[in-house]
């Protein structure tokens, strides 16, 4: 992904201009001053794409002969105010200047300009920036305490992922996690409690009201995409069977929703019934999911009515697993390929921290799947819970209670020490089905969105529960909040990187049994719960009680 810009374009976004001149006074008759003079609004032009972000960019000049010798170099903190660098070259020589914009190492722009050969009086010379690293990041955190106001997610834009800092304004402060970015990298993002309004970090269109379109963002599940082959901005709802969908070909370009054009998309019939779920636009082609199948449709230049698919690819087998159902994500068209993140949803007695990336290869219709064990097979997924042993609990009839071996009375308090701890018992523990802290690095515990477009890359938010055993043996989980990178030419994972901001709503509960159990054959279950227990308050439990069990609490 490239954006080629000039400071000679008054309408472009990022800009830089860079001239070099021979000055009248020189140090002596072979040599003359070489200046590169960077515009005050690269600055602004580069921080418009993370707005209110703290990131810090720093800009390398480098001048090099004809022969890729480099002659002079300087690198700056890249500022509001104007920024030259100066170096002495001689008259005759043939130079070029390379111009490098990074972010905490992250290469975000490069340029390189033509060849220019010094002579007397001055020499003009520009040098365009073209767009390398792809989109900023877009990473979220969930705010619980906030879930009644229009900021339950805060959105940080940034060009490094290392570089967000969640004590500073956000860029965006929104109910949803419903956005997407066009080829230029700029962020758009509807908030549902804002009527239909589009936000984006783009200053054509920096926030849209589309009411007007007949769009109602209210009406069911919705969302919108961008068709970033020609940076046309759609928005959609689903209602069951039903998809509407609004084409906004002049939003992004001019700010202005006045032509759009509207599909109504059903693709029932009298033998199947198709759940829409999410869906993407890529070159006027919109793929479209329902959790199991992706229908293809062309569609048309003006508004219409769509009953049937051109054609359609099976993702995941309608009867693979009728057990465990999926949560699907998010959706992206990248490269010829259409990718799916989704996840395992989880159960009274199973917990799922577990999902995958489907990749739809579209000009040969293959289907492969990265992130998981088994993707379409939950049954294959190792239950980490068989191999390890856990703290036992009694209902007291409010709460579940920790169970001790000792109690001591103690200066008007009791002291419970050495905590019960059990073997795996199928009937009245938890089953767990997620990464090891030894299969973390190779699998996913929760794909949530595609947060940045990378070239050759997919970014994706993961989160969920890693269980450890602590120190006194057993089993326990901790929130995972992590950014990870898939490499698309080994479709697997390649960078995995811990952050600080939570993207969903952290657990915290002890995860307890929901199946039911003969309580009164706890015993037969679990052979090594002691005849005699206690609690904090120093109430003892006999071996007899019905409201034992076993389970996975938060550790520290």
């Avoid at 767990?432 to 973390?440: G, K, L, V």
């Amino acid at each position: 992904m490239k954006l080629k810009i000039s400071l000679l374009s008054l309408l472009s976004v990022l800009a830089v201009f860079s001239v070099l001149s021979c000055s009248d006074f020189y140090k002596n008759s072979t040599e003359r001053e070489v200046s590169v003079s960077i515009s005050s609004e690269l600055y602004q032009s580069v921080k418009a794409r993370t707005p209110r972000s703290t990131s810090t960019y720093n800009i390398i000049i480098e001048v090099f002969d004809q022969n890729d010798n480099l002659l002079g170099s300087d690198e700056q903190v890249l500022s509001y105010s104007e920024q030259n660098f100066s170096l002495n070259v001689k008259v005759g020589l043939t130079v070029y200047a390379v111009a490098t914009i990074h972010c905490q190492g992250n290469v975000i722009y490069t340029g390189k300009s033509s060849t220019l050969k010094i002579s007397k009086g001055t020499n003009n010379l520009e040098l365009v920036l073209d767009y390398e690293d792809g989109t900023p990041y877009a990473l979220y955190t969930y705010n619980e305490s906030d879930n009644t106001s229009n900021s339950t997610y805060q959105f940080y834009l940034v060009d490094s992922p290392s570089d967000v800092d969640t004590s500073s304004s956000s860029s965006y402060g929104t109910y949803t996690t419903l956005f997407c970015f066009d080829s230029n990298g700029y962020f758009y993002i509807v908030n549902d409690t804002a009527g239909t309004t589009v936000y984006s970090s783009n200053p054509v269109c920096q926030n849209v009201e589309i009411s007007s379109s007949g769009l109602n963002l209210g009406d069911g599940n919705y969302g919108i995409t961008v068709d970033t082959e020609n940076d046309i901005l759609y928005g959609y709802t689903i209602n069951d069977a039903t998809l509407n969908l609004y084409k906004y070909p002049s939003l992004i370009s001019e700010g202005t929703v006045d032509d759009v054009i509207s599909y109504e998309i059903n693709f029932d019939d009298d033998s199947s019934y198709f759940y829409h779920s999410k869906m993407v636009v890529n070159n006027g082609i919109l793929y479209d999911y329902d959790g199991y199948t992706l229908a293809i449709v062309s569609l048309p230049k003006t508004s219409a009515s769509i009953t049937a698919a051109d054609s359609s690819i099976e993702v995941i087998s309608s009867d693979s697993d009728s057990e465990v159902t999926y949560s699907v994500n998010d959706i992206l068209y990248q490269d010829g390929a259409v990718y799916i993140l989704e996840s395992y949803n989880s159960t009274d007695s199973d917990i799922y921290s577990n999902g995958f990336v489907a990749k739809v290869s579209i000009s040969d219709e293959t289907v492969s799947f990265a992130g998981s064990e088994n993707a379409t097979d939950s049954s294959s997924i190792t239950n980490i819970a068989t191999s390890s042993k856990f703290y036992a609990y009694v209902y007291t009839g409010t709460t579940y209670e920790h169970l001790y071996n000792n109690v001591e009375y103690d200066d008007g308090s009791y002291i419970v020490s050495d905590p019960v701890i059990c073997s795996y018992a199928a009937e009245c523990t938890p089953n767990i089905y997620a990464p090891s802290t030894t299969t973390a690095s190779s699998f996913l515990f929760g794909p949530q969105k595609f947060i940045a477009v990378k070239p050759k890359k997919l970014v994706v938010s993961d989160e969920g529960l890693l269980c450890y055993t602590n120190s006194d043996g057993a089993l326990v989980y901790k929130n995972v909040n992590r950014i990870v990178t898939i490499d698309l030419e080994t479709f697997a994972i390649k960078k995995i990187i811990d952050t600080s901001v939570t993207f969903e709503n952290n657990e915290s509960s002890t995860f307890i049994n929901g199946g039911s159990f003969d309580g009164g054959n706890f015993f037969d279950y679990v052979n090594d719960m002691p005849d005699t227990s206690y609690i904090s308050n120093g109430s003892s439990y006999s071996s007899g009680n019905s409201d034992f069990t076993l389970g996975i609490p938060l550790g520290e």
